[in-house]
């Protein structure tokens, strides 16, 4: 039994919602249960230096947690100095999993940077960020297109985020973080609307897993990933 | 005529949403028209270290904003590795505003650390924080008050802050951005509820103020301070 | 009764030595009391980047304070890593105060940076520092207009500061430190030569202070600006 | 037909030299053909804040890349001031990887560092870093057994890492430089002596990839890894 | 002919003017010529970490350069963020001068900070700083005496330093700045009062230099820090 | 006695191994005993800032230390966030020291940057660096050559540096750990190989030495370097 009561292979209750920012050219409040994440595209006018002149575009994140979004408040990263190891690499990963579903050359010489950031934290936020940020990425690119600063189709196809682990020994989808702080094996998959693989991140927290477990996880994502395409379809229409 | 319609001792619509935060021990989402900033109040059992065996507690604030909280977007401070002047005069300006009204032997040897995150800015934010944070403040307070951690009274009265400025050669209560960057006077006013002034900030961005001028602004502040200190009355009743 | 035996309403004793670097376009030492500030004007070719090709200058201003200018030996900033949020807020401050009497456009394409080393403090080292660096920024102007490289009016107005503050439920003119942690309100003044209010800051230190209250120290902050714009009208005659 | 000629399921001649510095309490020059990694296992009588009077051990790891172990000289990180997202990325999966496989109640109130600096790089340096370490880490703890420090058994198996990507349409073992930066799919195993799985670590770097293709990686990913834990035996008996 | 029409071996005008701090145990304003350093020494009661608990205390040195002490203005090392190799070197020389002439044991479990700040440069910083630190070190010393917190001699002798360079084929002493940006070979000495070296320090600019030119140099730095120690006896007297 | 009974003038084995890395257009592993160095000379195209357009090059050096090369474990300095005071001085005389032998307008407008590395400590290691950093910067030269982009003399001579110091009333040649630190006298001397002296740096630990002493230290330096710079001509031969 999950401490939620959820079924294995059941997701939080997701929303998406759009256009929650007065300033941003996309953006999306998504929620996943109680991990609230706030997503904003930005459509910059500069690229980064070593793209110059190359007439192709670029798509970057960051990922960023306000400092009570979790149980205990951690410290914050602007006063600390630096970004954590962990902060760079989920905003690393956010970002290439965007870039896998974008034509950049379509998108001509900008750059569109998605701010991710977590309002509320209750495990999982890096794929609630994924889910979330595709909405606002989608929703910038919209508003070029409005504007006729892009002509062909930019965007190549859908892309969303879940977690998988086992939990007492059964494999279950979306962990939150009371089955994600307890967790043997904790993993990640982000996978595109027709069910390509872009990133799968796997962990053993405690023992090793095995190819069988593996492949469970993966089973388990591919539903879970399938879900949240659809509401993101839904979000959208 | 202003920008908003608003009549010159006019605020813009305030809302103070308290227990937004699944985590916090007290937490608030004020807005002020546009201006959206999500205060949080942590208590933390460590006093700083200059404070540390004389029975007393301390009330400190962070000031953030996300980066497309405004019309362009900012480059993130944890990405730039360090706060800016502006951040950290803000962040001290909360700080000293809210312990004006705490009683820090009443509160005991703890920390309480009050997080403003400026969720979207459309001016005015500082005093948006200063006004939520109390709130925040005050749950955090009657949280520990629940498991008997304070005893005496804590709170020794209401705190709140507004802009005003010199619009168009005429003094007008509480700018919004549209206001701000035209203004030729701005200034801050932070007050109790008992109408004590706790800090006065007025700056001229062009030419300078006369004594008459100031004189008017202290009146337009004193009005929308006393509306504020209502709201917050209705919020925790 | 004053710890340094003054009046209500007497400054300490003030000079304004020019000319005390070798190399420095304006320099001024100025002395309040035991407090000095070595103000330094350098003239710099470049301006900052938002300003390029708009035809007009900047003046800035830096603040700093030697480890032993005070009673406690205080790590240096360029050790420690980093600028603390009282000096920003202080060299932010000198910066504003400067820019409000100087016609950006008369001055050129060019940046006057203002250096205020604090080399001894006893308190009231930011509004020395603003009375100093005004004829530092002068006498570099005058070397720039020697050799023709301005010919407009640059500097529209004298520019001073002076603090008050509430101690022993007095209101005085000047704070010495030992007067400066212990008055109940600090406040410091920015005016003109011709009495326009340039920045305002007050801040309650213990009880908040009332409007009436407020307005005596305004008072005293008016007589005590005024002389010390006759002595820098003096110290350049 | 892979660059180096070697067949798709070929490792790079992988060489282990333990003892090769003078200081290490363990230590490993570990080579996956032009890929040179020095791997140092030094023993700290710390361990961090955290795990004080716990009664158990860390292993932790830092890696590090010589300016010039690459194609184009990289400015060295000490001189730009911080790790790479990258660098942070890499030593987080190096000390996760050890420790998976470490009993840390049984190494006792101590800490293991283990650096890993790449001397060369061409390609896989964190497979290479992690089957490096594996050795200077277990001579470490031969060195605190031969001191009695340590009794029980604190190794629990052999943890080794390899490379997998599918390069022209193929999926191959052990990529070098040259196939790595033209694979459409780019991962990295971490497994145990026993097969257990502890990290997967897939990335599409152009087209998504299929479930079907993922098992063919990690099949070859499995046979690799049981070579390398061979050649750790071999090196230490 | 020298610039300034001294002789070869001719010191520049030098003073020592002592007690010029109204906060440090020891202080001294140096002038060599147009280079001034402000030296304050502060007695501080905790020691290094790593000296905790061993019955000796330490000395240390800070320095540090106004930004426009120069012809041209420098950047703030603590707007930059960080302290030059160059000052770290500097600082680093002063601190191990003053310490060979200090029986650390004999200072007890304390620590001196000696403070050597550029008020305006014109060459030879670092040697007029390690002269004029000997008299505030002492000063603090004797501050230190009476109060009877030491009572065996504590300074073992007197420490000065000299800078000596070829200019125009010719050895000279005690370069300015003009001399200094064109000699081919410059060198630091740093002597104690009898005539022991504790430092040397020879760089050639541009040509080598040969032994018989360095022993000239060596000879002139006798003779000038013989009369730099006259000096500092002449002051304490 | 010395702890390595080597004779008083007696150098410890010296090899330098040229060609170690795979990319480095020049490189050479240097080791002075149980002192390893890697040495590699990278050619860049871009100059610094401040050469611009002058149709000259520079030589530049960065020196380093793996965290283990030492008895005890030295924190990294990418972690740290900043290079010790200790790095940045030996970086800047290994700079210098290469510089005094390159002609900078034969070398035109590139930059070849020295990164020496320590991968062992055992004592010496700068005068190692510097030795070795001298073959590196040979072979990247050469490499030039043979590509036409050099054509006149860029290497006016050899460069290499030895250690001395008075260990136990005796002057030595070439400390190594045992014997730097407990030697009174550390001194360390840069030498071209027509016997030019470049750089001298002379530290007394102890007490103070004389004239006489430094002057066997120097005599012993002449035939150390000798011996190095024979040592250097066989490697490239």
């Not at 998406?16 to 109680?34: P, Q, W």
């Not at 930005?42 to 979790?70: C, D, F, I, K, N």
């Not at 602007?78 to 379509?106: F, H, M, N, P, W």
């Not at 089973?219 to 949240?228: F, Y």
Request: glycine letters at 10%.
């Amino acid at each position: 039994m999950r401490p939620s009561k959820r079924a294995a292979d059941e997701l939080r209750a997701v929303t998406l919602e759009r256009s929650v920012s007065k300033h941003a050219e996309g953006s999306c409040l998504v929620k996943f249960g109680d991990t609230h994440v706030l997503c904003t595209a930005s459509l910059e006018e500069r690229v980064p230096p070593w793209l110059r002149g190359q007439q192709r575009g670029w798509v970057t994140a960051e990922y960023g947690m306000l400092p009570r979004a979790t149980g205990d408040r951690m410290r914050r990263e602007a006063s600390v100095g630096k970004q954590s190891g962990r902060t760079q690499e989920i905003q690393r990963l956010i970002g290439r999993s965007l870039r896998a579903v974008v034509d950049l050359e379509a998108l001509g010489e900008c750059q569109i940077s998605v701010d991710c950031d977590v309002i509320q934290a209750d495990g999982g936020t890096r794929t609630a960020a994924i889910t979330g940020a595709w909405v606002a990425l989608r929703d910038c690119i919209e508003w070029m297109r409005a504007r006729e600063m892009v002509k062909k189709q930019v965007l190549k196809d859908h892309i969303a985020a879940i977690s998988c682990g086992i939990y007492n020994g059964t494999p279950v989808l979306d962990l939150d973080y009371a089955e994600d702080s307890n967790a043997q094996t904790d993993s990640n998959f982000v996978m595109t609307g027709s069910g390509g693989i872009v990133e799968i991140q796997g962990t053993a927290e405690g023992a090793p897993f095995s190819e069988e477990e593996f492949g469970q996880l993966l089973g388990l994502a591919k539903t879970g990933i399938g879900r949240l395409v659809d509401l993101q379809k839904m979000s959208i229409s």
